[in-house]
Structures are given as structure tokens and as C-alpha cells.
């Protein structure tokens, strides 16, 4: 007897400044799933945060400019309607599971996430707080400075403080190589080194329009980009260690030379670090996995001084799946193919999905039934 195929809804897209980058890791995970386990429905959301069909979806992974196709799906939606966002996901029979691929804003601060909750659906990756909170620079190094986790010091800006922060006063609390960050964006916009009051002020001008929680984090001299890649539920694994080197010139790894002109941008694939550095990166990234309470996977940015000691960066919950992306290249070396990292993802994502079933949120007293009966299925 056949074996039933998974029916997979693969979202894509959204409106971050990684719109591109999503559509790209989608054609690669859908090219990497086997066909013969899974039926795979397409769905993107536009830049207006709309989910578009999977017809329309399909169109512009054929190459239809997606401005066209856009127009052409609006024209027979009614987005007045309060469900407009969503009610492309009625038009294909019943999913089964979700793999989203949004990277930044609706996919990685907890949106969809609270979406598949409410539809009783499993997916791949964090559960809805985990997301959120690994989202905001600002909370996750909260956690991570309870949890004893190295990294770097920071200030916290808002509306009602920026005037306090001085660029003398940010100086002589944080030293003289200094980064200025919106608490919730990706794809290192919004983000700026600065070296004088012009240039701070300045900075604060722009990621202030990108959130209203900035940070002025202190910087590390000609520090070495470390990543590894984590994967699992409760007994994550850790990858080998993948690093970067950017072109001689730029100041840090900043959208430019992410997504505009990576041409001179090296991965070391694995990178070369002595033992108790990578083991100390590993141990440090599995521990922020636990802290900040993630599932499915992972990838954890790291930077290490001119002393050889690392600060943990930041998180990203639903890492970049394209040809050159690094966590799908640092599994790869450490033993797992691009088809069998999304068959494990799938498979966390289900198992994480019947752990919470076991729980309960009404309340009956001991001996009414069983302690741990599902709540749904």
C-alpha cells in the first residue's frame, strides 16, 4: 500500500527587506523535497502582506514579473474582506504541515507562527514567544545575559530616552567603536558604525524609522565573523563552523554586500579555529538555543576578538535556504544533504507539534481524566 503524501504548504516572501531572498530559499527547498513523500502548495505573501494562491505563487517562481501577477491575483481578491491576508490558504484542499520560509518581519517575530497555532497545524522551526523574542535584539540579550551567555554590551534607545544618550554619554559607557541597530529588523538594515556625533545622530535618524527600540551596542576591533548552524528539539546538534570575510574596506557584513554585491565576500567552509575556540562557540550556541527556548533550527552569528573570544551576535530562526546560504552549506559538510536537512526539519517540526499536543490548558482537578490528555489533534 502506498504510503499518503504529506500535502506541504510552503510560504515565501512577505514584506521585509528579505522579500528576494525568501523567493530564493523557496525554489531551493522545493527543488530539495522529494516529490515522492510530499505535495508541495505554493504560497507567497506580497509586500503588502497578502498570501497570494498557489497558482499566482507558481507563476512567479516561473519567472512572471511578480508586479504583474500581483495585479492580476488583487483583481480577483476582495481585500476589503478582514481574512483577505489568509484566505488564499482555502483554496487548496487540507494542509498538513507548514514550512515557512519567511526570513525578517511575519516570519521570523512570532506572525505566522501564532497563525499555525491557530489552525492546529504543525511547522518547521520555534513555537511563537521563542520567534518573538529571538526577533528583538533588545529581549534576546536579556536572556542571554540571565543565561551567563558572553556578548556584546548595549544601551537601549526609545522615543522617550534618545535625548539622555549623548554621544559622549554612549562613549564612556560603551568605548569608541560603536553600532547603532534597530531591536527588530534583519539583513543588517537600519545598521551603522559609527565614529563621531554626525555620524550617531545620523544613525539614530534611520533606525529610528525602522522600530522604536534602538540599540547602541559597543563594536569589537577587527573582529572574525564566526556562524554554526543548530538543528533539533530537545537535543539540538550543532554543525561545523562556517566563517566570513568581507571585502578589505567594509566596516562589517551589511545588506550591501548580503544581497546587492557579494562578490567579494569568502565563506570558509569549514573555517579554520583551534579546538577550544569551536568548542566554546558550540557550547555557547547550544546553551542560547535552550535559553531562548527554540525548536527545529537555527543560525547563530558569532564574533571573535583579536584574544580569540567570542560574543554571541544574534539568532536567526528561519535562516536563508538559497545556494549560498550558510546554514544549509554547514550542514552539508558536517554529514547532512540540502533533501535530508528539510526531511528532518519536517519530521522535528511534527514530532514538536505532538509533544505540545500532550499539554493542557483547562483546568480539571487530578482524577477527572487522565493528567496529559491532548488538548486537540
Known sequence: MTEKKLHVAL?????SSEHDVSKRSAHNIYDGMDKDKYDVSLFMFTKDGILLDNESSQRIFDGEPEDQVVA????????TSPLAPIAALNTVKEIDFFYPVIHGNLGEDGTVQGLFRLLK???????????????????????????GIRNTKYVLLTPENRDEYTWQRVQD?????????????????????????????????????????VLVE??????????????????????KLGGIRVPDGDEFYDYENKFVDASGVVFDLPV???????????????????????????????????DGVPYLGEPNTLPGFTNISLYPQM?????????????????????????????????KALGEEKVGEKRYN
Not at 559597543?218 to 543548530?230: D, V, W
Open 11 to 15: 510560504l515565501f516572501g512577505g514584506n
Open 72 to 79: 492580476d491575483a488583487y483583481e480577483k481578491m476582495d481585500l
Open 121 to 147: 497545524k504543525p511547522f518547521i522551526g520555534s513555537g511563537i514567544a521563542s520567534s518573538a523574542v529571538s526577533f528583538d535584539k533588545d529581549l534576546t540579550k536579556r536572556i542571554l545575559n540571565q543565561a
Open 173 to 213: 559607557e560603551l568605548g569608541q567603536i560603536l553600532f547603532v541597530k534597530p531591536a527588530k529588523q534583519g539583513s543588517s538594515v537600519g545598521i551603522h558604525k559609527v565614529d563621531n556625533q554626525e555620524e550617531y545622530e545620523a544613525a539614530l535618524e534611520d533606525a529610528f524609522t525602522y522600530d522604536y527600540k
Open 218 to 239: 559597543a563594536g569589537i576591533k577587527n573582529p572574525r565573523e564566526i556562524e554554526i548552524s543548530i538543528l533539533g528539539n530537545e537535543k539540538p546538534i550543532a554543525s
Open 272 to 306: 579554520i579555529v583551534d579546538d577550544d575556540l569551536a568548542n566554546e562557540i558550540k557550547e555557547m550556541a547550544l546553551k542560547a538555543y535552550k535559553a531562548l527556548d527554540m525548536k527545529g533550527l537555527c543560525r547563530i552569528d558569532f564574533l571573535v576578538d583579536e
Open 331 to 363: 550542514w552539508n559538510i558536517s554529514g547532512i544533504s540540502y533533501s535530508e536537512l528539510i526531511d528532518r526539519l519536517i519530521q522535528l517540526g511534527i514530532e514538536e507539534f505532538e509533544h505540545e499536543g500532550k499539554l493542557r490548558y483547562d483546568f
